[in-house]
């Protein structure tokens, strides 16, 4: 864990987010393709544009993916004693379903060091040569990964908080070697502001202002989901107005939800100050038996003031707060 030498002068955004009550969601990523690939700390800041510690053939393929418009998130993931193989690296490709889903679609693979950019350009570019790496392939769809941001290269809350809270769900939760559950230090993830800040994949949840206490409810997901509320940046399948309507839907169905397939999308909003915003959401189950459709306005309900980044001088800056104001089905 990366400590600054100044850290007792430093203000931590993510404590200036949680003392003063800013909401987390509608904050979560909304990628089309996760790129994972273990790669051992420290990351630098520019991780993904110079090579090192990624090869130019990762950049490669980052670079195609972006000169598409394609939305990708690329983490990495530190090495671990238990889930590491010497001279090997975990690939984790996430796929984005059309139309309504409930979760992303995994690939994973553990290939030689040396293969990690042939594949990476395997999984963006020529997907013709996917099949070469077949012998690399691992069935590991019934497995759950938690990936917890500790990138205190790019903000020193992500180390500081983030850190206790991936020692604890590794320690605690993912012990056992037959387990259906695997926990990981991750690169920067996006709004540092909520750390610890942490990716639920394949379901593609994030959550942020983590706490210890809440760690059961959100693995076992064995309690009352409404006391996730605080926590939930949103779902990634869905755009920033449809995430805040999906948390109401979710505390009213319960666990239920997870397993829905769905889909949203914004009927209209405010295009000048983004005030409110009208959204539809479709769900379905798998075998159809059960499908309908939510429609809510989400409207301004305050404004709170935030850090984006730690540091004895970042400014605060003045932000929206939203609420669903109507919801029915």
Known sequence: MLINETLSDCRFCSVISQNNGEDPIGS???????????????????????????????????????????????????????????????????????????????????????????LALALTKEPEKLSDFANYRQDSHNIRELLVCTHGNLDVACSRFGYPIYQKLRSEYATNTDSNLRVWRCSHIGGHQFAPTLIDLPIGHYWG???????????????????????????????????????????????SWLEYQKSGQVLAYDQVNQEWADVRIDFTTQDGSIQGIYEAKVEVSGYVMTAFSSGENEPLEKIKQYCVSHLWR
């Open 209 to 255: 202002h983590l706490r210890p206490e809440i760690l059961n409810l959100l693995v076992r997901r064995n309690g009352s989901v409404k006391e996730l509320y605080p926590y939930y940046r949103g779902w990634g399948g869905l755009d920033k107005f449809a995430q805040i309507v999906e948390r109401e839907i979710w505390m009213q169905e319960g666990w």
């Open 28 to 118: 979560a990523g909304t990628p089309e393709y996760y790129l994972i690939i273990e790669a051992a700390p420290p990351w630098p800041v520019e991780m993904w544009l110079k090579p090192q510690p990624m090869s130019q053939q990762v950049l490669d393929a980052l670079s195609y993916v972006w000169a598409q418009g394609i939305k990708i998130r690329q983490l990495a993931i530190a090495p671990d004693r238990q889930y590491s193989i010497p001279g090997y690296k975990h690939v984790f490709h996430y796929r984005r379903p059309a139309g309504l889903f409930a979760e992303y679609e995994k690939q994973e693979f553990i290939v030689p060091d040396s293969e990690i950019g042939a």
